[in-house]
């Protein structure tokens, strides 16, 4: 029935994305315990959400485009409720059009297969006529060490993988979001920060998925997609911390 109170006040350092990744304060959804202005409450990784689509219906549907175009690639098809790429040459990519983003944006897609090496499943944002970053799993489910990658596009063209993370364990269920804020493109994995880099290739447009399998086009698949807007710049400025108890 005893209380006791107890106060203690510490400084924060001004941080930036990069120090998030691997840490607590780096997954999705929890309040970074870094103040802003005297009195204001802590910042968050929190997205917005604008749209969704659980691909429960025979095709795709006219909300969904082609962006990418050309002998490479293709749009995806729907196979009982799940999203698959048409064949195993093309890489197969949509942007979801209903939806209008700001230029601070994210996806998120889920994996559902990935049943052998080499397959690709993953999130587009800022997406336009061929310009685009992608945050992809690329390997299978259910083995160790496999690779998530960020990759810029332009025109189309896979101009660089910005960055690499190769120690993934994947199962069914897993869910890969991209997150464009400023210049920071990010990768998160079941709501973790994993990768962040610096690029301004792709400065706005529209959010989808992408999806390539290398053998038969069932060993790659998704489902439950969904974007909007990152509402919180993550760079946060020095202060003091207090926590009372």
């Given at each position: ?26 997954i ?36 969904w ?52 090496a ?19 799993l ?7 060490s ?100």
């Amino acid at each position: 029935g005893i209380s006791n109170y107890y106060e203690i006040s510490h400084a924060i350092a001004a941080v930036s994305l990069s120090t998030l990744v691997n840490t607590y304060e780096g997954i999705q959804g929890i309040p970074i315990p870094f103040p802003g202005a005297a009195g204001t409450q802590p910042l968050s990784l929190n997205f917005a959400q604008v749209a969704a689509d659980n691909f429960v219906r025979s095709s795709l549907g006219s909300s969904w485009s082609q962006d990418m175009t050309g002998s490479g690639f293709s749009i995806p098809v729907l196979v009982s409720d799940l999203v698959e790429g048409p064949n195993n040459v093309t890489l197969a990519n949509a942007i979801y059009t209903p939806a209008s983003l700001v230029n601070d944006q994210w996806a998120q897609v889920t994996i559902q297969a990935a049943s052998s090496a080499g397959q690709q499943i993953g999130a587009n944002f800022r997406e336009v006529s061929g310009t685009a970053y992608f945050a992809i799993l690329y390997g299978e489910i259910g083995v160790a060490s496999q690779a998530v990658y960020l990759q810029s596009y332009v025109s189309g063209v896979n101009i660089a993988n910005l960055a690499n993370f190769a120690d993934i364990y994947a199962t069914a269920g897993d869910k890969i979001v991209g997150a464009a804020v400023g210049t920071n493109i990010c990768l998160f994995y079941n709501g973790y920060l994993v990768l962040v880099v610096s690029d301004s290739a792709a400065s706005s447009g529209a959010a989808g998925m992408n999806i390539k399998s290398s053998f038969d086009p069932s060993h790659a698949a998704l489902n439950n997609w969904a974007g909007g807007n990152a509402n919180v710049n993550p760079t946060y400025a020095s202060g003091v911390v207090q926590r009372r108890r």
